[in-house]
């Protein structure tokens, strides 16, 4: 079966980094879109990153613009998000999905972000 396991996430302090990783199996990875997204406490899902199956193309929200870089090994099946000069509004469970036409057809368990001094 389909499975996203994403990693990579904890405390750090305003201004570091972090990278997260997603590993996916149960599917041909290298033939989807892949996207993260997180979810603040008490706020609703934003999407943060998105990633074509070929990784040459990208998205990113204005929020994370500069700061985070998205990218894919489809060798290893694994999705990655390079989070540099990370934000307390940058603290949210992040998780990352498969996309089919646009929609999010499967997810991970999430990992915590968590940006603090």
């Known amino acids: 079966q389909v499975q996203l396991v994403e990693s990579g996430g904890g405390l750090v302090q305003p201004g570091g980094s972090l990278r997260l990783s997603c590993a996916a199996s149960?599917?041909?990875?290298?033939?989807?879109?892949m996207y993260w997204f997180r979810q603040a406490p008490g706020k609703g899902l934003e999407e943060v990153s998105g990633?074509?199956?070929?990784?040459?193309?990208?998205y990113y929200a204005d929020s994370v613009k500069g700061r985070f870089t998205i990218s894919r090994d489809n060798a290893k099946n694994t999705l990655y998000l390079q989070m540099n000069s990370l934000k307390p509004e940058d603290t949210a469970l992040y998780y990352c999905a498969r996309i089919q036409y646009g929609t999010c057809i499967d997810w991970g368990q999430g990992t915590q972000v968590t940006v603090s001094s």
């Open positions: 149960g599917f041909t990875f290298s033939s989807y879109w």
């Open positions: 990633i074509n199956s070929g990784g040459g193309n990208t």
